[in-house]
């Protein structure tokens, strides 16, 4: 069934199940390489696998020519919990001068939105595809964020220190999706035909330093635990046998392992069905999930025009090295540690030590 959010705003008993579908490759045919990845096929069919009177919402995170991207975080819980805002507020749709894909695509009402998650992706030297990385990385303010940005006047970090040591934040601080449930696949190709005998790289000068006895991991799946470990450490559910890996072809050339090669390779396409029955089996199980007390679904960022002059007045006071009174930048400049008061903040690090 075709997503109507909508239905987000019903009691839960009263709406469909409903389920997001992230296929995590970074590769589309809309970009370089100009080819379509395995994520998005087994994708749609997994899509095509789930019952169809729940709505399946799906989004492709590939890279596609002249669309905004997923924006990094900023590290804001490192100066403060409090000052990572739920949902973001680092970045802002439609955004000129900072595109950002995670607000352009409502992803975060989306997340909300859905009773569980499930993520579809390559292992890309031992790791997540740097889109899904990005993604996980933006929603560290599920866990525990600041639903009320008006309290830090926007993005303040010494107003956002001073709430972190208040009685009050105890109360805000939540994990907004906590009950829903996600799940896993992640895939790799088999090492092309690059690799020798022992399983070193035939290419490579000084093998002692590849030793394949010590490659990371002993269970592959584990390239993607960082993921599952941020969902668990949030209250996101995900169980053991929906947290999965698959390889396939081993010693083939890349060039014949595409989306279209998944086919010749009934037992990959079995294992992607056994998979997708085992959430369908899991969430219907559990249930529809209730909201959290502040939603994503729904939310109407604050104006902040004023805030925004504030925090202008600081950046520049301190490009002057006038960091606020007793604030943390200040301590630092005292200590002579980042040494950073500068007028041109946009040029690197070397270019500026160039020009001392």
Not at 345 to 352: I, L, M
Request: proline residues 7%; charged residues 30%; aromatic residues 8%.
């Amino acid at each position: 069934m075709t997503p109507n959010d909508a239905n987000g705003a019903l009691p839960p008993d009263q709406r469909p199940f409903r389920v997001l579908v992230i296929a995590g490759s970074d590769r589309r045919q809309y970009n370089c390489p100009g080819v379509d990845s395995k994520a998005r096929t087994l994708a749609l069919r997994v899509v095509d696998r789930l019952p169809q009177e729940w709505e399946i919402d799906l989004e492709d995170l590939g890279n596609v020519y002249g669309r905004a991207r997923i924006q990094s975080c900023n590290a804001c819980v490192s100066t403060a919990m409090s000052l990572c805002v739920w949902p973001c507020n680092c970045y802002e749709p439609d955004n000129r001068d900072e595109p950002d894909l995670m607000w352009d695509l409502d992803m975060y009402a989306r997340l909300d939105l859905a009773d569980a998650w499930i993520v579809i992706g390559p292992v890309n030297w031992y790791g997540p595809s740097s889109n899904l990385k990005l993604m996980f990385d933006r929603m560290v303010c599920m866990n525990g964020g600041n639903p009320r940005e008006d309290l830090i006047g926007h993005k303040d970090p010494e107003r956002a220190m001073q709430l972190e040591r208040s009685p009050e934040w105890e109360a805000l601080s939540v994990n907004h999706l906590e009950g829903r449930t996600a799940a896993f696949l992640c895939y790799g190709d088999g090492g092309g035909t690059e690799l020798d005998d022992d399983g070193r790289p035939t290419m490579l000068r000084h093998k002692q330093y590849f030793d394949p006895a010590r490659e990371p991991f002993e269970n592959m799946r584990d390239a993607y635990a960082p993921l599952v470990w941020q969902c668990r450490y949030g209250g996101v559910e995900v169980p053991d046998d929906l947290w999965t890996y698959e390889q396939f072809g081993d010693g083939e050339l890349y060039s014949d392992n595409q989306a279209e090669d998944l086919e010749r390779r009934p037992e990959v396409i079995a294992a992607v069905n056994q998979w997708a029955d085992r959430i369908v089996a899991f969430v219907a199980k559990k249930g529809r999930v209730s909201p959290g007390q502040y939603r994503a679904y729904g939310y109407t960022a604050p104006r902040h025009r004023m805030a925004d002059l504030k925090l202008k007045w600081r950046s520049l006071r301190m490009s002057a090295g006038h960091a606020p009174a007793g604030s943390s930048p200040a301590r630092q400049d005292d200590a002579g540690l980042n040494r950073d008061a500068t007028f041109k903040p946009a040029r690197g690090e070397g270019e500026k030590l160039r020009d001392d």
